[in-house]
Nanobody, 120 residues
Framework: VQLQACGGGLVQAGGSLRLSCAASGRAFSSYAMGWFRQAPGKAREFVSGIGGSGTYYTDSVKGRFTISRDNAKNTAYLQMNSLKPEDTAGYYC????????????????WGQGTQVTVSS
C-alpha cells in the first residue's frame, strides 16, 4: 500500500483545512487508517483513526476534527475546523492491517507528511 497525503497549507487561527490521504493497492477498506502529526522537536503523536470499530480522536482535537474515509475512492480524510496555532505540524497518514491504535508502531504503511501551519 502506498499512501499520498495532501491538503496542508497556511491558515489563520479559526480556519479550516481538509487533508486527504489517497491509497494505492488493493484492500484499502480492510485497513485501519490513522492520522498523526509531528511538530519540530516533538515526537509523532496520534491525532485520529478510523477502522471497523469506529473513529477515535486525541482529546485536543475532539469536536474540531472529523476523520472519514471513502473506500470506493481509496481515500481517507481529516476535516480540521477551528484550527489553533498549536495544531501546527507535519501531518502524516498511515495504514494498519488490524486495529486502530495510537501507537506509531502499529501502522504498517506511511504517507509523506503534509504541512499544516496555523497563524495566530
Amino acid at each position: 500500500v502506498q499512501l499520498q497525503a495532501c491538503g496542508g497549507g497556511l491558515v489563520q487561527a479559526g480556519g479550516s483545512l481538509r487533508l486527504s490521504c489517497a491509497a494505492s493497492g488493493r484492500a484499502f477498506s480492510s485497513y485501519a487508517m490513522g492520522w498523526f502529526r509531528q511538530a519540530p522537536g516533538k515526537a509523532r503523536e496520534f491525532v485520529s483513526g478510523i477502522g471497523g470499530s469506529g473513529t477515535y480522536y486525541t482529546d485536543s482535537v475532539k469536536g474540531r476534527f472529523t476523520i472519514s474515509r471513502d473506500n470506493a475512492k481509496n481515500t481517507a480524510y481529516l476535516q480540521m475546523n477551528s484550527l489553533k496555532p498549536e495544531d501546527t505540524a507535519g501531518y502524516y497518514c498511515a495504514a494498519a492491517r488490524y486495529l486502530v491504535t495510537g501507537a506509531v508502531g502499529n501502522y504498517d504503511y506511511w504517507g509523506q507528511g503534509t504541512q499544516v501551519t496555523v497563524s495566530s
